[in-house]
């Protein structure tokens, strides 16, 4: 069965630093793109970034350009998103999902055809 | 606030045909993006449901069917039933953003 599972979530306060995982199984994980998508709550879905499959091309939103860093680890079948001087407006559940293909040229125009539950990253003092 | 709107929300009765609309620009869906649909249950992550703008994965109902005209997008449910009270997400992409963009999600209520 094609699944994603995050982890890495929790309290951490304004300025701080997290880094959520999400490990794969059941598909070849180094052909496809992978992307992260948050809610914050009560809200609707927000695409935060996403990543080809060979790992070789990444996308961010202007939100959090230049303060999250998505990577992956093809060898161990896990995704990675590095979130640093986090900010309250970041508090959200973050969902893994992945991609059709893994071609980098085409990663915009992607959908999201497995989804994990998600990991909850809250930003308060 | 979206580039994408959608209609908060939708009611219908059960058995009746619902339409959830996804409106964009020139520079997402009107410069010709394939645009695609999640359905969303209560509690639960976002699932795939159209692709390619009028594409059904394997195992979603055909009651569900999506189409695409213009800087517009529409998702219909024929039929509604109990299980179908969800939020729906439309998804492209956005030349002016450079990135991927959701609608802001429409909630559907059976009556």
């Known amino acids: 069965e094609v699944q994603v599972l995050e982890s890495g979530g929790g309290l951490v306060q304004p300025g701080g630093s997290l880094r959520l995982s999400c490990a794969a199984s059941g598909f070849t994980f180094s052909s496809y793109a992978m992307t992260w998508v948050r809610q914050a709550p009560g809200k609707g879905l927000e695409w935060v970034s996403g990543?080809?499959?060979?790992?070789?091309?990444?996308y961010y939103s202007a939100s959090v350009k230049g303060r999250f860093t998505m990577s992956r680890d093809n060898s161990k079948n896990t995704l990675y998103l590095q979130m640093n001087s986090l900010r309250a407006e970041d508090t959200a559940l973050y969902y893994c999902?992945?991609?059709?293909?893994?071609?980098?040229?085409?990663?915009?125009?992607?959908?999201?055809?497995?989804w994990g539950k998600g990991t909850t990253v809250t930003v308060s003092s | 606030q979206s580039v994408l709107t959608q209609p908060p929300s939708v009611s219908g009765a059960p058995g009746q045909r619902v339409t959830i609309s996804c409106t964009g620009s020139?520079?997402?869906?009107?410069?010709?993006?394939?645009v695609h649909w999640y359905q969303q249950l209560p509690g639960t992550a976002p699932k795939f449901l159209i692709y390619?703008?009028?594409n059904r994965p394997s195992g979603v109902p055909d009651r569900f069917s999506g189409s695409k005209s213009g800087t517009s997008a529409s998702l219909a449910i024929t039929g509604l039933q109990a299980e179908d009270e969800a939020d729906y997400y439309c998804?492209?992409?956005?030349?002016?953003?450079?990135?991927?963009?959701f609608g802001g999600g429409t909630k559907v209520t059976v009556l």
């Open positions: 390619g703008n009028s």
């Open positions: 998804q492209t992409y956005d030349s002016s953003l450079s990135g991927v963009v």
């Open positions: 020139s520079s997402n869906i009107g410069a010709d993006y394939d």
């Open positions: 990543i080809s499959g060979s790992g070789g091309h990444t």
């Open positions: 999902a992945k991609g059709p293909y893994g071609d980098p040229l085409g990663y915009y125009y992607y959908y999201m055809d497995v």
